[in-house]
């Protein structure tokens, strides 16, 4: 799950306290729902910060939220740049919409 501030910035740096402390309400709300939804044992939450540390969306500041098990296949996405997933992305977005609306 990516969350994204509506300002276009490319970095921390362009938002306003405010506009941080609600970023982090939200990816807060996101690792909630993902929890409830799909039971993970932990997450990674994290930021990457330009083309060299990995960011694809280089203008846009924007945090990751990636829901982790035991025995994940964390090799698919960077040798196939395949997902494994145990139910469909339609299915498992419908359950987080009800998750966020709660």
């Given at each position: 799950?990516?969350?994204?501030?509506?300002?276009?910035?490319?970095?921390?740096?362009g938002l306003?306290?405010?506009?941080?402390?609600?970023?982090?309400?939200?990816?807060?709300?996101?690792?909630?729902?993902?929890?409830?939804?799909?039971?993970?044992?932990?997450?990674?939450?994290?930021?990457n910060?330009?083309?060299?540390?990995?960011?694809g969306?280089?203008?846009?500041?924007?945090?990751?939220?990636?829901?982790?098990?035991?025995?994940?296949?964390?090799?698919?996405?960077v040798?196939?740049?395949t997902?494994?997933?145990?139910?469909?992305?339609?299915?498992?977005a419908?359950?987080?919409?009800?998750?966020?609306?709660?």
């Open positions: 799950m990516l969350v994204v501030p509506y300002k276009q910035t490319p970095d921390l740096h306003t306290d405010e506009e941080m402390t609600d970023l982090m309400k939200l990816v807060r709300r996101c690792q909630d729902a993902l929890t409830a939804v799909m039971k993970p044992a932990g997450f990674n939450i994290g930021i910060l330009g083309r060299i540390a990995g960011a969306i280089e203008p846009h500041v924007h945090i990751h939220v990636v829901p982790r098990w035991a025995g994940d296949t964390n090799f698919m996405p040798l196939a740049n997902m494994v997933l145990p139910e469909a992305l339609v299915d498992i419908g359950k987080l919409r009800a998750a966020f609306a709660q």
